[in-house]
């Protein structure tokens, strides 16, 4: 598109390429900082994780690029790469709603549920571990897509783990491979949204005979991304409805003092009150008594300290 409009100009061709050139060097600069500042190192499984090594078939070393967070309880999030808004909003609330909390998020970084698993603990400040069907060294971390996601993960402190050789470019027998080491890594399983023949389900059949808690956030009767899910609400699976189901799985229930709240302000507080539901703007001013400059500055605040969140103009809480 931007050559059609460029048309047959020679200097705005001359600046479009100029531009295309500088992009791929500015590209090619940041991923050769992030080889030489996140090393790739080899780290045998019993020092790095007691869960794996009980796993059948346990790899005998991974290797890592990053921070592991060993003391984190850790929480596998799988589900569909052809996810609904139900299934965005659904990773969106529940992780943020573990904000806090010594908790490590756990996905595969392909394209889906596990990417918005890994960008919403970002957003929630929480560690993060990413687990590819590929080696982690730069040219072959698989999606292509998401090595800026995997970069951005590396920076915030979490971790690349693959039991790969760190050139081996992925392969369709290699993301089943990924997926007990998935299981093996977490204490709970959270799955969001599988048709009836989704490969996601590996995980978390692995996680079941791994003896590994497995949660499920139910659908609607009427999708297909429902099918998988509620297969294993048949098997007795736990229903995740909120993110406090995920808190007791993980069992923080009995330990308050694990999760570490801000203080809230009166003003705050009142904005909370209002949004006992989700609403837009216009209703949140009319329901304050605050000048509406006041509210709309106070709101931006509060999605900055993570304790609402807006989409789209309608304001929800985080919790």
């Not at 050769?32 to 346990?58: G, H, N, Q």
């Not at 756990?106 to 929480?126: N, P, T």
């Amino acid at each position: 598109m931007l050559l059609l409009c460029v048309g047959n100009n020679r200097k705005y061709r001359y600046e479009f390429y100029y531009a295309k050139w500088f992009l791929s060097i500015i590209s090619c600069r940041t991923w050769y900082t992030l080889r030489m500042e996140f090393p790739i190192t080899k780290v045998v499984c019993s020092d790095l994780s007691p869960l794996l090594v009980e796993i059948p078939d346990a790899p005998t070393h991974l290797y890592v690029r990053g921070e592991l967070s060993p003391t984190n309880k850790r929480l596998a999030v799988v589900g569909s790469r052809n996810y609904s808004n139900y299934g965005k909003q659904a990773v969106e609330r529940l992780i943020e709603g573990l904000r806090g909390y010594p908790v490590s998020v756990v996905s595969g970084l392909a394209l889906g549920i596990d990417a918005l698993a890994h960008e919403a603990a970002l957003r929630a400040h929480l560690h993060t571990i990413a687990v590819p069907g590929s080696g982690i060294a730069d040219r072959v971390i698989y999606p292509r897509r998401n090595r800026g996601l995997a970069a951005r993960i590396l920076e915030s402190g979490g971790a690349l783990v693959s039991e790969f050789e760190p050139d081996f470019e992925a392969t369709p027998w290699s993301f089943p491979k990924r997926n007990r080491i998935m299981a093996g890594l977490s204490h709970a399983v959270l799955l969001i949204e599988a048709s009836e023949r989704s490969g996601t389900l590996i995980t978390a059949r692995l996680a079941a005979d791994f003896n590994r808690e497995v949660l499920v956030v139910p659908g609607s009767i009427f999708s297909e991304n429902s099918h998988g899910v509620h297969q294993f609400l048949k098997l007795g699976a736990t229903p995740v409805t909120s993110p406090d189901d995920i808190i007791d799985a993980l069992g923080f229930a009995e330990h308050v003092s694990a999760r570490t709240t801000p203080p809230v302000s009166d003003d705050e507080s009142a904005v909370l009150a209002v949004l006992s539901e989700p609403r837009d703007h216009d209703s949140i001013i009319r329901l304050l008594p605050f000048p509406r400059e006041r509210t709309l500055v106070l709101l931006m605040e509060m999605e900055l300290a993570g304790l609402v969140r807006d989409e789209n103009g309608i304001v929800y809480r985080a919790d």
